[in-house]
């Protein structure tokens, strides 16, 4: 037997074992210069960037009518055409219907104002349907958003997120610095703050979850940052995994192996009533042609150990970004006492989940994007529900 220790982990050597997964002893710090040497490539730090808006969606009911509802008038009213002329709709391979989603009178209606390009998008080969639900497919697909285009900053909406003013490249980004502004919320502001958000962070950040990047949407990214986030979390979950099977072993020391569990009948598990989770899960996440650990496999073991939807893509990114690339944007946090960090900035879409309910109506009616400036120094006397809003 032969140990190997990094990153708090005993690591132990059996013969059965993922060779890939024995590998590459680095500590967090390696992880992160590695990526700063490979981001000379993704990040554009002069000259003018370019915007792409997307959604990632799907054909089920409750979406669609949330955007038919909220987000396509909002586009309608609002949206500025000199900051992108193309909304990117990516939906399910499996379910790419996209009539469905926007017939040709509701494409035309848009045109004017926005190109409606779709894209579809697979599934891994090995994704686990026991245990992965839609709101895994939404995440594992959003975190990739930077395959479906080039552009520099990607513009991430949700079916709920409809546009309050019409938004302006200042909204967005400092074209002096090329730092993309980021609005949000520090989750130690209060009792009522904390989610089960965190937990998910702090495997990734250890106690460093500081922000919760869901009470503001849009979500605007470099899209080296997504690339980069994926080769962090990818390692990082790695190393989980190692320990996952090494753990494994040692308890069940007749397992024959990764890929060799010719017994395991996964059509008699259930993840209601499911005495063996943990062979489950190493029985789903193994391809047997590839000795390579993924992004895809990663996703996969984490979302399998966060059941009911406990994590949010954007508040991972949102961290990470703080966290390692800190410098490539501007921020914006409230329940925060860092100078230069809390600067209030004013909202240009919702988020009706988490709105504050009692501004959610006056929101609607007032924020008018042609009286904006105006309004807003009125309403600072007269309503400070809509001007804290806003």
């Not at 703050?193 to 869901?214: A, E, N, P, Y």
């Not at 789903?284 to 399998?304: G, I, V, Y």
């Not at 988020?351 to 400036?373: G, M, N, V």
Request: glycine share 2%; with cysteine.
């Amino acid at each position: 037997v032969t140990f190997m220790i990094y990153t708090g982990f005993v690591h132990v050597q059996h013969e059965h074992a993922h060779p890939n997964l024995l590998s590459n002893p680095f500590k967090i710090h390696a992880i992160t210069e590695q990526i700063k040497r490979s981001d000379l490539k993704n990040y554009k730090s002069s000259g003018l960037l370019s915007f792409e808006l997307m959604l990632r969606s799907t054909i089920l009911v409750d979406p669609v009518s949330q955007f038919y509802q909220s987000v396509f008038p909002s586009l309608l009213a609002f949206w500025n055409e000199n900051i992108s002329n193309d909304l990117v709709l990516i939906l399910d391979d499996d379910r790419y219907f996209t009539t469905y989603w926007m017939d040709d009178d509701a494409r035309e209606t848009l045109q004017p104002i926005l190109n409606v390009v779709f894209k579809k998008e697979a599934l891994p080969k090995y994704w686990n349907k026991l245990y992965l639900t839609g709101y895994d497919r939404q995440q594992y697909s959003t975190l990739q958003l930077d395959t479906h285009s080039d552009k520099d900053i990607l513009i991430m909406l949700d079916t709920d997120s409809p546009f309050i003013v019409m938004p302006t490249r200042e909204d967005f980004v400092d074209d002096a610095t090329n730092r993309v502004k980021l609005v949000a919320s520090n989750i130690y502001g209060g009792d009522d703050r904390q989610h089960d958000w965190s937990v998910s962070c702090k495997l990734l950040f250890d106690d460093q979850f500081l922000i919760d990047g869901m009470t503001m949407l849009p979500q605007v990214y470099h899209r080296s940052t997504l690339i980069n986030f994926r080769n962090f979390f990818t390692e990082v979950m790695r190393r989980e995994y190692h320990q996952f099977v090494t753990q494994y072993m040692q308890r069940n020391p007749h397992y024959p192996g990764l890929g060799m569990d010719n017994e395991f009948d996964i059509e008699a598990t259930s993840p209601l009533n499911n005495t063996d989770m943990d062979r489950t899960i190493l029985y789903a996440l193994h391809d047997p042609n590839s000795t390579l650990w993924s992004f895809d496999d990663a996703f996969m073991f984490f979302a399998q150990n966060f059941s009911n939807k406990p994590y949010s893509e954007y508040t991972l990114l949102m961290n990470y970004a703080y966290l390692y690339e800190h410098d490539k944007y501007e921020w914006h946090i409230d329940n925060w006492n860092i100078a230069g960090e809390n600067t209030p900035h004013h909202r240009v879409a919702g988020h009706w989940k988490y709105a504050k309910p009692e501004t959610e109506k006056s929101a609607r009616i007032t924020c008018c994007h042609l009286y904006f400036d105006h309004q807003l120094e009125t309403l600072k006397h007269t309503d400070n529900a809509v001007f804290s809003f806003c």
